[in-house]
């Protein structure tokens, strides 16, 4: 009985480990293919998110270095064509292609230096610290603009725009604006057709910009005049 016991005791000890052994690989199988598929998807997923955060990136520099040009027209290659603006009620205005023409002649007449710094990008938002020091600035005596502004990219293009700060350098803009206007206006046999609208609103553009210039160095003179004595 001990040697008819054996031959089968041998063959289903044998039987168990064959049978455990092959369920065994297959979940160890099961188990290293989740993991490479894992460790393939891992990888994949942050390089796609790398390369929506590249994109937004370099759409946006693109912009900024488009304006440090003070060119409109490379401007309009990094904008979609309804780019929006976000006004500070939260309601949304399509952005003004000739105005923004208008504005760049405007400032290379008063000699616009622009510099701009990425503050952060999340996902498709990018957030530039935007510096502007002009001549319209000096004279008004505020040394220079400080923006922070939201760039949001949609398709490689940007769509929005926001702007979360503005500030002077020095002062109020509107202020000093404001009293160089009433100054203007005040003057005697004024005649300034390319500068002063029928309503007396103030024209910014590149034909009105060396009219501007010569009148805030008037403007200058007085208020430096006034201060010293």
């Not at 001990?2 to 064959?18: C, D, E, G, M, W």
């Not at 490479?36 to 929506?52: D, H, Q, V, W, Y």
């Not at 003070?70 to 064509?81: F, N, Q, T, V, W």
Request: hydrophobic share 40%.
């Amino acid at each position: 009985m001990a040697n008819l016991k054996s031959p089968i005791a041998a063959i289903s000890s044998v039987t168990y480990f064959l049978f455990n052994s092959f369920f065994g690989a297959m979940k160890l199988i099961v188990l290293i293919s989740g993991l490479l598929l894992l460790a393939g998807c891992i990888p994949e997923r942050t390089k796609s998110k790398n390369n929506f955060h590249s994109e937004a990136l370099e759409t946006v520099t693109g912009l900024c270095k488009a304006r440090e040009e003070l060119s409109a027209e490379k401007m309009e290659k990094y904008i979609e064509d309804d780019f929006h603006t976000f006004n500070e009620d939260g309601s949304m205005r399509l952005y003004n292609r000739e105005m923004a023409k208008s504005m760049c002649e405007w400032e290379k007449v008063m000699n616009a230096r622009w510099t701009h710094e990425i503050l952060g990008v999340n996902d498709s938002a990018v957030t530039v610290l935007l510096k502007e020091k002009n001549d319209y600035y000096t004279l008004l005596g505020l040394g220079g603009s400080i923006q922070v502004s939201e760039y949001t990219v949609v398709n490689g293009k940007v769509k929005y725009w926001k702007s979360k700060l503005f500030i002077m350098e020095r002062g109020s803009q509107d202020e000093a604006f404001s009293g160089f206007r009433i100054w203007l206006l005040s003057q005697p046999d004024l005649n300034e057709p390319k500068l002063i609208r029928r309503d007396s609103s103030i024209i910014f553009s590149g034909d009105s910009a060396p009219r501007m210039l010569h009148w805030r160095k008037e403007w200058r003179k007085v208020v430096d005049a006034n201060r010293a004595g």
